[in-house]
């Protein structure tokens, strides 16, 4: 993971993260937990994994969380869950008339 920080205008600044090893990945969604961490999710399609990224500032931590089974690619949302844990959803896509919705609440994010 790289950082980088730099002012975008004369009254923001901004900080950079690489959240993703190269490869295929669909696009990320966030939310941020109760303690203000900013957790973002994406599918990881080369390794054919939904990953979490917990990060503090620009320092992130990344917990693979489920295998995808068929196929990636196709809907990923996530949302916290009255306990404050992240729920994502996404497609398990077999073709385009064979698909699962999966929901996983991930259990061992640090």
């Known amino acids: ?48 994994r939904i990953v979490i ?16 089974r068929r196929g990636g690619g196709d809907g990923l949302a996530m949302a916290l869950d009255g306990d404050g844990r992240p729920m994502i959803a996404w497609m398990d896509v077999g073709d385009r008339h064979d698909w699962d919705l999966v929901v996983t609440t991930p259990l061992n994010l640090p």
């Open 53 to 68: 990224a917990t990060c503090t500032g620009t320092f992130c931590t990344h917990t693979p969380v489920t295998t995808i």
């Open 1 to 48: 993971m790289s950082a980088e920080s730099h002012h975008t205008r004369e009254c923001s600044k901004a900080a950079t993260a690489t959240l993703a090893e190269p490869g295929r990945h669909t696009a990320p969604v966030m939310v941020m937990d109760r303690d203000g961490r900013a957790l973002v999710a994406y599918q990881d399609l080369d390794r054919e």
